[in-house]
Each structure stands twice: as structure tokens, then as C-alpha cells.
T-cell receptor
């Protein structure tokens, strides 16, 4: 039972354009959501998070949107840069146990 | 400040053997969590330790076990290895755990079972 799903295994965008990564969840007990970025041969690194009491959180070029009624969150990267090319995982929790999606490989083309 | 350190980085075992992986958290962090990453499955939670006690456990068989020492270092053990145990095993630490917040991940230990 995949409680957190990232339906797009890959996404390719042009440098300078917007990247939108999507994530759906099924467990209504999830109250905190995070995005992690992972480069090959490295562990995931925290990118941005959002609490269920908010619907938007912004940090520089990264914005996360949460639609609780649709159980959907998305990560927007504007403008996209080649260095953003990585695998992006969304994760959800209550508490310290994170449930991760399968990841989306983002490729930003120069 | 040193990050999360995992050893060994790579190892190859055969079916039926057992393996022990080690994780040193960031200094001052008391919570250590373990995750398994396999292609197409994302990261799956194995267990979390805090102050030498297992606080949370994922849906893995009893062949997967772990422990945490008084200095917060953690080990996980997999006994009677199966081919499907081939994966990247990631350790993450946080200050106190209990709240997802920001987990700091190590680079992982890549296990190949032949």
C-alpha cells in the first residue's frame, strides 16, 4: 500500500523555466510534508517542508503547495537551473517516521 | 561539523550470510533512523532509535534488527540475507526525533547480495 505516490518517474525542463513536481498521499493522518533532493552516490538532503496547517511555503526558488482536500502537494522550482538536476522525493509524516514517495528524476537542460 | 557517517559504503554478500552496517550520527544528535532504498520503492522506513531504545519500527521481517549505543552510534543487522535485500541502506539523524522536521542523511551503505 503506497501511501505516498509520485506518479511521474521523470521530468525534463529547460533552464530558466518552471519545474513542477507532484506528489499524492492517501493517509489523512499525515500532518507534515517534506521534499528531499538526492544526487547520485549521496544521501538525500532536505529541501523544504510544509505543515498541514499551511497551504504554501516558500524558500527562495522553491515553493511547496499543499492541497489537503485533494491530498496533493507540489514543489515548484523557479527558475530551474542545471544544478537542480537530481531525484526529488516527497515525504510525509506524523512524528519521526517518514513515508517517502518513489522519487522523480528531474533533468534541467541548459 | 561532521555529517552522518555510514560504514561500509559498499559491500557484497551471498545469500544466507548476515551483515552489520554502522552509522555515526551528527555530534549531539540523539535520534537515528534507518531506511532502505530500492529501485521503484523509494525509501522505506526500517526503524528509529532514540536514547538506545527502539522508538518506531517499519514493516520489515525480524531478520532486520538494530541497536543504538550510549554515544548514539547505531548499527543495523540483517541475518539470513536474501537476494531482495540488495539495496541502499540509509541512516539519518536528528537532534531529538519525535518530529519529522529535518533529517540529516548519510551517503548510505550499498549492499549487494549474490
Amino acid at each position: 500500500d503506497q501511501q505516498v505516490k509520485q506518479n511521474s518517474p521523470s521530468l525534463s525542463v529547460q533552464e530558466g523555466r518552471i519545474s513542477i513536481l507532484n506528489c499524492d498521499y492517501t493517509n489523512s493522518m499525515f500532518d507534515y510534508f517534506l521534499w528531499y533532493k538526492k544526487y547520485p552516490a549521496e544521501g538525500p538532503t532536505f529541501l523544504i517542508s510544509i505543515s498541514s496547517i499551511k497551504d504554501k511555503n516558500e524558500d527562495g526558488r522553491f515553493t511547496v503547495f499543499l492541497n489537503k482536500s485533494a491530498k496533493h502537494l507540489s514543489l515548484h522550482i523557479v527558475p530551474s537551473q542545471p544544478g537542480d538536476s537530481a531525484v526529488y522525493f516527497c515525504a510525509a509524516s506524523p512524528g519521526s517516521r517518514l513515508t517517502f514517495g518513489e522519487g522523480t528524476q528531474l533533468t534541467v537542460n541548459p | 561539523k561532521a555529517g552522518v557517517t555510514q560504514t561500509p559504503r559498499y559491500l557484497i554478500k551471498t545469500r544466507g550470510q548476515q551483515v552489520t552496517l554502522s552509522c555515526s550520527p551528527i555530534s549531539g544528535h540523539r535520534s537515528v533512523s534507518w531506511y532502505q532504498q530500492t529501485p521503484g520503492q523509494g525509501l522505506q522506513f526500517l526503524f528509529e532509535y532514540f536514547s538506545e531504545t527502539q522508538r518506531n519500527k517499519g514493516n520489515f521481517p525480524g531478520r532486520f534488527s538494530g541497536r543504538q549505543f550510549s554515544n548514539s552510534r547505531s548499527e543495523m543487522n540483517v541475518s539470513t540475507l536474501e537476494l531482495g535485500d540488495s539495496a541502499l541502506y540509509l541512516c539519518a539523524s536528528s537532534l531529538v526525533g519525535g518530529f519529522a522536521g529535518e533529517l540529516f542523511f548519510g551517503e548510505g551503505s550499498r549492499l549487494t547480495v549474490l
